[in-house]
């Protein structure tokens, strides 16, 4: 194919695959599920629609709180009825069953993601909609300064097991404890971070990395304290460590105080993804980038642009050049350019700076070569 048919063919490329920014994979973020709803009222149907539009506030509620960091939350005063059912797109009964007078039912929610970010934005609050891939926590219990994974008795294991399903933007998979797990991964491998080990068992569980998370019993000064040391590793996000130290309360038995710590760290997991991946307030203003984008043919160029469909912190892509080499584009982005970076990280997409402007590949691509 020559140069010009080359161009011919990016260009019905783009034509095929019209821009997905406002409608992305992304915005089922926006999408709140199983929201549980009982109403009484004169006729069943008057008990539907009561029913739905209190469904609507839980749902808004649940939104707020998986978008917006907790400090943040301070800053959006609670809405009237009426202004949630404006931000609301559509609604579907997943379940329902009345009884007279009665309905009783479980609804999903889907809001409009630009009416939602230009109230956030309005209102001067930072939030996160960047979701990202799964990540494995590895609960690993340390006694006598020995690890414990998968015994019964590991009651830090346990805890992270009954936390069930999470609604956040960072989705987490907990070890069942079965024969390849342990076949995969031991505890001494877990608590020394052995990442190849971890790589294996995260593949079975399909997440993109792990956070070890250990715990161990304390006493300073006559009070009992539970000493959760955390180690996030092989994510596609930067390696981090952190630490919490909590006081087991009077009366607290050992169930209950896992029980605590463990709903504690995974919102602490889900604050500290949010805030790497922030966008309005004063998480940045955004800007426009240059990238230059290597397709050797119409499907590389495909794949990358589906990729940036899918990322949160694009808003708008403008193709300047094209040629054999790949193309080059001006990104508009909201938040940090750090921001925009984990972001697409997330979608296997690296953003790397080359001089005055930007390399844009999906990620193990070697470096492209300059549009001509």
């Known amino acids: 194919m020559g140069l010009r ?26 999408a709140v599920r199983g929201v549980d709803v009982d109403r009484a009222a004169g006729t069943a149907a008057l008990a539907r629609d009561q029913a739905v539009a209190d469904g609507q506030r839980v749902a808004w509620r649940r939104l707020v709180e998986r978008l917006v960091p907790v400090a943040q939350r301070g800053d959006l005063p609670a809405l009237p009825a009426n202004r949630v059912a404006e931000l609301v797109d559509s609604f579907e009964i997943e379940s329902e069953r009345g009884t007279g007078t009665r309905w009783i039912g479980r ?22 909609e960047t979701r990202a891939r799964a990540i494995l926590v590895v609960p690993v219990m340390i006694e006598d300064g020995v690890p414990k994974l998968w015994e019964d008795e590991n009651l830090w294991k346990r805890a992270w097991i009954g936390l069930g399903p999470d609604d956040g933007l960072q989705p987490r998979r907990v070890p069942e404890g079965t024969l390849e797990d342990i076949a995969t991964l031991d505890a ?7 990442r190849a080990a971890l790589r294996r068992l995260a593949e079975v ?46 009366r607290e038995t050992p169930e209950t105080v896992f029980r605590r710590l463990a709903q504690q760290a995974a919102l602490g997991i889900e604050e500290r993804w949010k805030a790497e991946v922030l966008v309005g307030g004063t998480a940045g203003a955004g800007g ?63 953003l790397s700076a080359a001089g005055d402007t930007w390399r844009l590949a999906i990620a193990g691509q070697a470096a492209p070569a300059r549009a001509r």
């Open 5 to 30: 048919g080359f161009v011919l063919a990016m260009l019905l490329a783009l034509a095929a695959t019209p821009p997905a920014y406002a409608q992305r994979a992304a915005d089922d973020v926006f």
């Open 107 to 128: 609804v999903a929610y889907r809001f409009q993601p630009e009416r939602v970010r230009a109230l956030l934005r309005a209102r001067q609050v930072a939030y996160a």
């Open 288 to 350: 426009t980038l240059r990238a230059t984008i290597q397709a050797e043919d119409v499907r590389d160029w495909v794949a990358v642009r589906a990729r940036l469909a899918d990322v949160a912190a694009v808003r708008r892509i403008d193709v300047l050049a094209m040629g054999r080499g790949g193309l080059i584009v001006d990104i508009d982005y909201d938040g940090a350019v750090e921001t925009l970076r984990t972001a697409m990280a997330q979608r296997d997409l690296t």
């Open 188 to 194: 001494a491998q877990a608590d020394a971070g052995d």
């Open 205 to 250: 569980y399909q997440a993109q990395g792990a956070i070890i998370a250990r715990a161990r019993i304390d006493t300073v000064e006559g009070q009992t304290l539970i000493v959760v040391g955390f180690e996030r590793i092989g994510a596609r996000a930067e390696d981090a460590r952190w630490q919490v130290v909590e006081p087991v309360r009077p």
